[in-house]
């Protein structure tokens, strides 16, 4: 089964991959988790990564593109996996395709500008385990203020989670990332997902969806 989580940040993807993850039985590939990987352990491609997420900006194609390539070639992606955050431009999604990947289904998760402010603005990440957290949503806090819950390390915000980047990243989106939803409508494979519900019953729809 490959999936692609599409869907302007702060939607949620994280918090459906990680469960559909476990649900499904196959990995997640978060271009966004293997560049903030980099740019912590210091290496090349964190290094030129740096400025353009921190200002909000798309990594080059042809970066994020490598990363895809050496990830799903390896042994634990023969099950199939769930692209989270990538593709997220025209040319990605083209180079996916001449990588001769067969995509099961593409689900874009829908949320209104407003309520994307409110997640990415109160977003909280665990820097040790990556768990989330929102303090803007019942249910999704910690228990302990600024500590999570899994491994009792310090909670902290994403830098590009600052209001002006997220609404730079928003513009971003629907420039660069939203044509994708016509892009694979026309391949037949897109379902739509409201994504202003409890997480558990975008969950059970995303997976109503993939069964079908
Ligand atoms: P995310 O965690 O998916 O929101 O990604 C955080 C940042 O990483 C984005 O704002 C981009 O700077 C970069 N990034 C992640 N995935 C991609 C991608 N597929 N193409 C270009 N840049 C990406």
Redesign the pocket.
């Known amino acids: 089964m490959k999936i692609v989580l599409l869907g302007a940040?702060g939607v949620g993807?994280?918090t459906q991959a990680a469960v559909l993850s476990k649900r499904l039985n196959i990995l997640v590939i978060?271009?966004?988790?293997i560049?903030?990987e980099a740019l912590k352990s210091g290496s090349d491609m964190g290094k030129k990564?740096k400025s353009?997420?921190d200002q909000?900006?798309?990594?080059?194609?042809e970066?994020?593109t490598g990363i895809v390539k050496e990830k799903i070639s390896q042994d634990d992606c023969k099950n199939g996996y769930i692209l989270?955050?990538?593709?997220?431009?025209i040319s990605?999604a083209e180079a996916l395709r001449d990588m001769h990947i067969k995509i099961d289904k593409v689900i874009d998760i829908n949320v209104s500008d407003s309520v994307i402010y409110e997640r990415m603005t109160g977003r909280r990440v665990c820097m040790s385990c990556g768990s989330t957290y929102n303090i803007n949503t019942a249910g999704r806090r910690p228990k302990v203020d600024n500590t999570c819950d899994k491994c009792a390390d310090t909670l902290v915000k994403r830098t590009?989670d600052s209001k002006e980047t997220v609404k730079h990243?928003l513009e971003?989106y629907r420039n660069q990332t939203e044509p994708l939803v016509n892009y694979y409508k026309e391949t037949g494979k897109l379902v739509i997902i409201n994504g202003e519900r409890p997480p558990e019953e975008i969950t059970e729809k995303i997976l109503e969806e993939i069964r079908n």
């Open positions: 940040p993807k994280g978060s271009t966004g988790n560049l903030r990564a353009f997420i909000g900006q798309l990594v080059p194609d970066v994020v989270d955050g990538f593709p997220r431009t990605q590009d990243r971003v």
